[in-house]
């Protein structure tokens, strides 16, 4: 993210350096889905938020609520009610979009982790991708797990211990082999999802340029 000085006012424009996620693209996202105040944005990080982005403080996103204003990202209107405090509005600016979408279009790279929450979220806000860029995300998430089951679930996972250790290896085997089982199967799981998810977004996409093909023809 960039800024430069017009007069006594800084302006924020996009930039390739802000491309990482975080919270304000999220926050950004959610805002372009539907204006929201700051509390509602707590709360829906609170609840569905957390499956994007774990363990969001209301007072995290205040924060860069407030950032995101001074940057132009998003701007607000006060909607006067009957509580002590009116409240703030909040909805993206075409800058904040520029700002998102240069995250959301910027390239994945897949994680080792299990959870990959930058995954979860770019499959949430899939409504400003397009089908077609849904399917290359979900192929490139496919391709590095199947590598990754390809390295690390035949490995040798034999453990050495020194004569005289007390460690119990017998017993640390056995919860092992428990843990690389489960974990194998998990990923099984994930993997044939993920491809059905893919056949099902490319037979809407086939379904739909039928559906225009015959449009045009009529």
Request: hydrophobic share 40%; glycine share 6%.
């Amino acid at each position: 993210m960039h800024a430069r000085q017009t007069g006594s006012t800084l302006i924020w424009t996009a930039a390739d350096d802000w491309t990482d996620m975080k919270l304000e693209h999220l926050l950004l996202g959610i805002l372009l889905v539907k204006p929201r105040t700051g509390y509602d944005l707590s709360r829906y990080m609170e609840m569905e938020g957390v499956f994007m982005r774990p363990r969001t403080q209301m007072s995290q996103v205040y924060r860069s609520l407030a950032q995101m204003t001074d940057r132009g990202w998003v701007t607000f209107t006060v909607r006067t009610r009957a509580a002590p405090n009116d409240a703030k509005i909040f909805e993206t600016t075409a800058l904040g979009r520029e700002t998102f979408m240069a995250w959301l279009t910027s390239p994945y790279r897949p994680t080792m982790e299990a959870v990959n929450y930058e995954f979860r979220a770019r499959l949430f806000f899939s409504g400003f991708l397009g089908a077609e860029s849904v399917v290359d995300l979900l192929t490139i998430e496919i391709d590095a797990r199947r590598k990754q089951i390809a390295k690390y679930r035949y490995r040798d996972r034999t453990i050495e211990v020194g004569p005289d250790s007390l460690f119990d290896v017998g017993l640390v085997t056995m919860v092992e082999d428990f843990e690389h089982e489960s974990g194998a199967a998990s990923m099984d799981v994930t993997v044939a999802r993920l491809v059905t998810l893919r056949e099902l977004i490319l037979d809407r996409i086939t379904q739909e340029e039928s559906a225009d093909a015959n449009v045009r023809s009529a």
